[in-house]
C-alpha cells in the first residue's frame, strides 16, 4: 500500500499493524520515499545443540573444489567486469 505524509501520521499504528502482516507500507513525500515492513521473527531454538548433529545438511567442497573456485575468482578478478582494463 502507497500513502501520502499526511495519512501516515494520523494512522501510524495502522500502518504498522499492517506491515506486521506481511504488507509492504510505502510512505510517499515529496522529496523523499520510506518503506515500513516487519521484521522476521527469530527462530526459537527446539532444545539443545548435539554436536554433529546438522551431519549431512553442510556440503564441504573437495580441496579440488577449492583450487577450481580459486581460480574462476581470479579469472573473474583480472579479467571479468569487476574490473575493467585501467583505461590510463
Known amino acids: 500500500m502507497k ?4 495519512y501516515a501520521e494520523t494512522h501510524l499504528a495502522d500502518l504498522i499493524s ?3 502482516r506481511g504488507e509492504i507500507v510505502e ?3 515529496p522529496d523523499a ?3 515500513v515492513y ?3 521473527k527469530p527462530v526459537a531454538a ?3 545443540r548435539i554436536l554433529g548433529a546438522g551431519r549431512g545438511e553442510i ?3 573437495t580441496e579440488e573444489e577449492w583450487r577450481a573456485a580459486d581460480k574462476e575468482l581470479e579469472r573473474l578478478m583480472n579479467d571479468g567486469p ?3 582494463d585501467d583505461p590510463r
Do not use: E
Not at 500513502?3 to 499526511?6: K, P
Open 38 to 40: 516487519a521484521s522476521p
Open 27 to 29: 510512505i510517499d513525500a
Open 33 to 35: 520515499c520510506a518503506q
Open 82 to 84: 569487476i574490473f575493467p
Open 18 to 20: 499492517a506491515a506486521s
Open 3 to 6: 500513502v501520502n505524509v499526511q
Open 59 to 61: 556440503i564441504v567442497p
Open 46 to 48: 527446539k532444545g539443545p
